[in-house]
């Protein structure tokens, strides 16, 4: 069953809306159409499938097939919809498809989280789902829960039991992708605690950056070169994470009477 289309869709696309289809029959003046996210049929002309000259209508499109369309028209009254293949760009579709596959997902998740508390795919929607879809997206609020716990679920109003299982399911079966950035830190310190110094310098720096968002790593590349490392889930803050702690590590050792200096590596 899928949740959110039974709970949460609206009955009808709206016009400059994408929506994946499925196309059922395809015919010399085009192809029918199925909506998957709103169980609706829909019309794609061949003046709507591409740009260029159409010698075999099923060189564009055939039965079975998944397509992205871009809506034209909606007329509720006669219960017919315009769609177009060619109005979709590279992009919008890529997009499109990623933004399926996750809610589909999402849908997936809720219905383990329903099996693992005895309750009906409706009711955890209605108890969970809905809250979650509201505040966060369905997808993202999973995603969110493995990055900030259950906290994230019952501050929503996600009852406490039920924002455990559902972090449960969330950290078993969702893998945040992150990005990775590095460094080099050279350190010299003479002093006859030198190697201790540099030794604090890295766990003062792990302890100073407490956020759950990056994970840090430190080698030993060959004395007196050190590499950090910093896993985050976008460039922009495992960038900022990096430099911060870099400078952390040095000013430390200079502090102590020693030397520092920190490159970016590629």
């Given at each position: 069953m899928n949740i959110t289309m039974a709970l949460k869709r609206q009955e009808w696309p709206e016009v400059g809306d994408l929506v994946m289809a499925t196309v059922e029959s395809v015919t010399d003046y085009g192809a029918y159409v199925k909506l998957d996210e709103y169980n609706k049929k829909g019309l794609l002309h061949i003046s709507e499938i591409s740009s260029s000259w159409i010698r075999n209508i099923r060189n564009f499109v055939r039965e079975g097939q998944k397509v992205v369309l871009k809506v034209l028209r909606v007329n509720v009254e006669k219960e017919h919809i315009d769609l177009s293949l060619r109005r979709v760009t590279k992009r919008g579709k890529i997009e499109k498809v990623m933004s399926w596959k996750r809610e589909r997902k999402a849908e997936a998740l809720l219905r383990s989280v329903a099996e693992k508390t005895s309750l009906s795919a409706e009711e955890a929607y209605e108890k969970a789902g809905a809250l979650i879809e509201r505040e966060y997206g369905l997808y993202e609020?999973?995603?969110?829960?493995?990055?900030?716990?259950?906290?994230?679920?019952?501050?929503?109003?996600?009852?406490?039991?039920?924002?455990?299982?559902?972090?449960?399911?969330?950290?078993?079966?969702?893998?945040?992708?992150?990005?990775?950035?590095?460094?080099?830190?050279?350190?010299r310190c003479m002093k006859p605690n030198g190697v201790k110094v540099v030794k604090e310098a890295f766990l003062n720096a792990k302890k100073a950056e407490k956020s759950r968002d990056a994970k840090l790593r430190f080698y030993v590349v060959a004395a007196p070169k050190y590499r950090i490392e910093v896993l985050a889930e976008n460039y922009k803050y495992a960038e900022a994470v990096l430099q911060r702690v870099a400078e952390n590590v040095v000013s430390r050792v200079v502090k102590a009477g020693g030397q520092g200096v920190f490159r970016r590596e590629k």
């Open positions: 609020g999973f995603e969110k829960v493995v990055k900030d716990g259950v906290e994230a679920l019952t501050k929503i109003g996600v009852p406490q039991k039920l924002a455990t299982v559902i972090a449960e399911v969330a950290n078993e079966r969702i893998r945040i992708p992150l990005v990775k950035v590095k460094g080099m830190v050279e350190l």
